[in-house]
Nanobody, 117 residues
Framework: QVQLVESGGGLVQAGGSLRLVCAASTSIFSFSNMGMGWYRQAPGKQRDLVAIITSGGRTNYADSVKGRFTISRDNAKNTVYLQMNSLKPEDTAVYYC?????????WGQGTQVTVSS
């Protein structure tokens, strides 16, 4: 009922920037009513929350990315963004888009972000 497709990952040097994009398609739910989030998973580690944005536009961030990452949404395009600045090698991970309308979890396929030192 919900499909999430991420893009925008890649290889960047430390201190650089990337913008991740999550395009959502849904046949049942209204995107504008959906809270959205970004998670990341580094090799051998658990998947952790990076940032969330509510339907009303309120945001919250993991302490490790506060001041560097910005989550935003464009309801007209059914899209969520994650602007990542001042990237560090420890930001290297697969980044996943997430939502759970109707209390069911939906994940994208992930996009790899690699930050070289």
């Amino acid at each position: 009922q919900v499909q999430l497709v991420e893009s925008g990952g890649g290889l960047v040097q430390a201190g650089g920037s990337l913008r991740l994009v999550c395009a959502a398609s849904t046949s049942i739910f209204s995107f504008s009513n959906m809270g959205m989030g970004w998670y990341r998973q580094a090799p051998g580690k658990q998947r952790d929350l990076v940032a969330i944005i509510t339907s009303g536009g309120r945001t919250n961030y993991a302490d490790s990315v506060k001041g560097r990452f910005t989550i935003s949404r464009d309801n007209a395009k059914n899209t969520v963004y994650l602007q990542m600045n001042s990237l560090k090698p420890e930001d290297t991970a697969v980044y996943y888009c997430y939502c759970n309308p109707g209390l069911r979890d939906y994940w994208g396929q992930g996009t790899q972000v690699t930050v070289s030192s």
